[in-house]
T-cell receptor, first 114, second 114 residues
Framework: DGGITQSPKYLFRKEGQNVTLSCEQN?????MYWYRQDPGQGLRLIYY???????QKGDIAEGYSVSREKKESFPLTVTSAQKNPTAFYLC?????????????FGAGSRLTVL | AQTVTQSQPEMSVQEAETVTLSCTYD???????LFWYKQPPSRQMILVIR??????QNATENRFSVNFQKAAKSFSLKISDSQLGDTAMYFC???????????FGDGTTLTVKP
């Protein structure tokens, strides 16, 4: 079945450590996205990529980094510069249907800083 | 920049009844798409329904329908014959045509009571 796989599902990090969240899709979608979800704040866009080897900052990119070396993969690194990294992270991908990017989401990764 | 507002943080409805979730948005664009996404307790986000702004006819998907008022910038979701499985957080989202990224509201938590 086609879909998006995020790993790990749960991750604990000590302050000062970088961590990388994995996102893989087999939907042959060109675009991929990372969103952060905090309680009561909905989804906020961290980074997105519409083509391999290219990506753009979203609304809250500070303290995060990404790469897009393969169409299927869009890993997110949460660096030690991110002041409040504890959150639920959602990866999504989309193909373009009649001008609309309908998002397909992964199951999410919950990051907790100890 | 576009903004999406969901003014109802929480709502509840009795099973088999009808409920309407509100969404307003602010944009100067003329060509765009609007979406409702559902996030159940499993946290797996899925698309419920989408609306093209250039279409006057309201979108429907089985028990789900929208009331799209372009001039008022309003996009409400009506759920008919509510079922226990409709219990979820619902997010309204806006996307400028071919922009490649969506802006989300803060969500409405809907509880369907037996």
């Amino acid at each position: 079945d086609g879909g998006i796989t995020q790993s790990p599902k749960y991750l604990f990090r000590k302050e000062g450590q970088n961590v990388t969240l994995s996102c893989e899709q087999n939907l042959n979608h060109d675009a991929m996205y990372w969103y952060r979800q905090d309680p009561g704040q909905g989804l906020r866009l961290i980074y997105y990529s519409q083509i391999v080897n290219d990506f753009q900052k979203g609304d809250i990119a500070e303290g995060y980094s990404v790469s897009r070396e393969k169409k299927e993969s869009f890993p997110l690194t949460v660096t030690s510069a991110q002041k409040n990294p504890t959150a639920f992270y959602l990866c999504a991908s989309s193909g373009i249907t009649s001008g609309a990017n309908v998002l397909t989401f992964g199951a999410g990764s919950r990051l907790t800083v100890l | 920049a576009q903004t999406v507002t969901q003014s109802q943080p929480e709502m509840s409805v009795q099973e088999a009844e009808t409920v309407t979730l509100s969404c307003t948005y602010d944009t100067s664009e003329n060509n765009y798409y609007l979406f409702w996404y559902k996030q159940p307790p499993s946290r797996q986000m899925i698309l419920v329904i989408r609306q093209e702004a250039y279409k006057q006819q309201n979108a429907t998907e089985n028990r789900f329908s929208v009331n799209f008022q372009k001039a008022a910038k309003s996009f409400s979701l009506k759920i008919s014959d509510s079922q226990l499985g409709d219990t979820a957080m619902y997010f309204c989202a806006f996307m400028k045509t071919n922009a490649g990224k969506s802006t989300f509201g803060d969500g409405t938590t809907l509880t369907v009571k037996p």
